[in-house]
């Protein structure tokens, strides 16, 4: 009998182990960028994400909409490119995100894919005043980290930073050149 209460144990420690976790948005945020940027003195409005999907505890980890978006008003917030950066007032500058392609890959070796859409659009005129969409692709095998679904949550987190970090540094260059953006600052 107690052979039998160990095995059960055994089992749903194991089957608890294998159980797919949301990624954690603070592990997807962009750090304070180095050096100084130039700002942009308007507040700028993150709409809610689209196209993500939940995790599903039987399945792999997947990027969900608040997830993300939690882990792109921080990164925003960081890189000190705008006055601010806020989620739940108006402001002229509206920037949406839709999450268009997550794929993982492989067994032994996974491959994490991501493309993200970004759209500024000036909420006075209905302008869009920039877009574009970041591709991120991350890979790691066993020697990383061998329990299949702490890999993938991982990968997960890692793409989504580096798309992140190509979001910060598109946008930082734009700040400076765009004249919806040069506009706005002070000279």
């Not at 294998?18 to 100084?36: K, R, T, W």
């Not at 989620?87 to 268009?100: C, M, V």
């Not at 500024?120 to 991120?136: A, M, N, P, Y």
Request: net charge negative; aromatic share 4%; charged share 20%.
């Amino acid at each position: 009998m107690a052979l039998n209460s160990r095995c059960l144990v055994v089992a749903a420690t194991l089957f608890l182990m294998s159980c797919a976790q949301a990624p954690d948005p603070n592990l997807m945020v962009v750090g304070p960028a180095s050096g100084s940027a130039h700002t942009v003195h308007e507040v700028l409005v993150v709409d809610a994400v689209q196209g993500g999907q939940d995790t599903n505890p039987i399945d792999v980890p997947k990027l969900g909409n608040k997830e993300f978006h939690h882990a792109l008003v921080a990164s925003l917030r960081n890189a000190g490119l705008f006055d601010d950066v806020v989620a739940d007032r108006s402001g002229r500058l509206r920037l949406s995100a839709t999450i268009e392609h997550q794929e993982l890959s492989g067994v032994w070796e996974n491959l994490q894919q991501l493309a993200v859409a970004y759209k500024i659009v000036d909420d006075g005129t209905g302008e869009t005043v920039w877009t574009e969409t970041f591709h991120s692709i991350e890979a790691m095998d066993v020697s990383d980290v061998f329990v299949g679904q702490e890999r993938m949550r991982r990968l997960l987190e890692a793409v989504v930073h580096d798309n992140l970090t190509q979001l910060i540094a598109a946008l930082a260059d734009d700040v400076a050149r765009n004249p919806v953006f040069v506009s706005q600052s002070p000279s």
